[in-house]
């Protein structure tokens, strides 16, 4: 009888049928599907299958923190691994009982999160590698919603569709039936990589340098097959962007894999290539930089699997608010953390400054939205505005037969919370953006609500500080009915310093905190503005502290009111804002000097 391997949130496997996942992986590497990652005999990870195809085993050291020096969630990983507690899992699920104490982080590895006191149920994130489902799998999703959940899906801000009001004898069930179509959430939360992003038009973007799904992909199968890769020091966020007119925001994530074109160079031969940026994590005002490498498409998942281990090995387990990648790169620099990615390498790294490299077309900040020409010939997408990512069952359902009916059954998430039909040919548009209002979306990217971005919030976040979705609603429809814009504008509410909106990064980014009031408080904001990514690369700048909710409509209505009155031609709001200190947009906005 063959042993069994655990596999908790989806089932066990025997080695043999991991085996044959592993020979099936690599047999899609050998056919070009995929891009090959091995062990060679000197234990370094190469792109060659030739000189090795086996997986690296689960690490049996600490990392030379002893058990007094780390932290709690450490200590419960040591405990016991995450990933063995399938039976407690099969356990709680038939008493229908939630978890407790270390376990309630237990089951983040299975994308299981129990949310109380928020809401006294579970809540499970699905992963989708590159950002792309298949109608079957929307449609499952709905149907879990609507049998297991509470009747509704989100679109999260790395592109995830997450399941709420889930109660704990159903958990079992919902990972089966994500397994039943091919989805996972196995590593969705607590210290894995989390979702891996990939431009939302891959594949379709007439611009863009190359296709970046295949490497999504094989990086979520390489972390699937290798149990050393979960329970990393902290979360990490990977991100791979084809260089086309619409970005995946790499540049906020641990490592962000840019592509670039290259003409002959030291000894490189030209061509498309990805640029390395490293330690992106806004939420801690730090965005990702060019960390001076130049990688192959082959090259890619073997560098990230890597950085990955030198992470594993020198990330700080024992303050958590210090063992992101960043803190890494603090400590022991940008050439030594490359040093130690090179000796896990069968192949050289390539040193080549960005100048050497093609500059990259400027990015259409709102290309994820509306209808778009695609590279194949009288084919279009539709990105669909999806008003702070929430959806309800039937809205999921109605959007997979569109899919169906009008493209090719294909839907993908952005990192912006909306959604993106694609393959749709130039008769079927009309029908098309009909369909999609009839529903109860729309696909505009110049109206506000489709430019709202908005975290759970504290109706399932115990640590969100403010009701963001429904506030956000609000604050839309307000803006909507008083400012009309021809330039979009991002607007993210965040609950809490965690910043899973990206408050930072946003035209005008909100910060959920309590706000004093008589003997108690009250839900409000700090508002920052003018962040942005990509040529608008920037932080927020703080304009207004402690504003009860109530009268953020009313601020934010006058300093739209005041751009769209004083700009220049053409002229967007970040460049606007960057145009006049704090004080004097707030003295033009009318806003009060909080």
Known sequence: MSATVPLPGDALLT????????????????????????QNAQGQLTTSASDGAQNLAAPTKWFGFDDDEICNEERL???????????????????????????????KFHGLFYVAPAQDAFMVRVRM?????????????????????????????RGNIQIREIAPKSTIDVLMRLSDVGLSSRGAGADNVRNITSSPLAGLDPDELIDTRPLARALQCYLANNRDLFGLPRKFNVGFDGGGRVSVVAETNDIGFIAT???????????????VWLAGVTGHLRFAEDCGILVSTEECVAVAAAMLRVFVEHGDRTDRKKARLCYVLDRIGVTQFLALTQEKLAFPLRHVPPENCMPRRPVDKHGHLGVRAQRQADLHSIGVAIPVGHMRHEQMSALADLADEVGTGELRTTVWQNIILSNISSDGLEHACAAIRAIGFDHSA????????????????????????????????????RVKLDHPINIHLTG?????????????????????QDEGSIEGYHVYVAGGVEQERGLGREFAKNVPFEAVPPLLEGLLTCYVARREADETFVAFARRHDVAALRALAGALDT
């Open 446 to 481: 110049s109206a506000i609500a489709g430019c709202v971005v908005a975290c759970t919030g504290n109706t399932g976040c115990r640590f969100s500080a403010t009701d963001t979705k429904r506030q956000a609603l609000a604050l839309m429809r307000h803006l909507d009915e």
């Open 496 to 516: 809490c310093p965690n910043s899973c909106a990206q408050h930072f990064i946003a035209d005008i980014g909100l910060l959920g905190v309590p706000v004093a």
């Open 77 to 107: 990983k040591r405990e016991l691994n995450p990933l063995d507690i399938w039976d407690k899992m099969l356990a709680h699920a038939a008493s229908n009982k939630a978890p407790e104490g270390g376990d309630v982080f237990r089951f």
């Open 129 to 157: 590698p590159g950002n792309i489902l298949t109608s079957t799998q929307m449609r499952a999703l709905a149907a879990i919603a609507c049998d297991l959940g509470g009747g509704y899906g989100h679109v999260t801000t």
């Open 15 to 38: 080695v043999d049928q991991k085996e044959y996942l592993q020979g099936f992986t690599a047999g899609l590497a050998a056919a070009g599907a995929l891009p090959f990652v091995g």
């Open 261 to 275: 074109q290259v003409k002959t160079v030291d000894g490189t031969a030209p061509g498309v290539y990805f640029r």
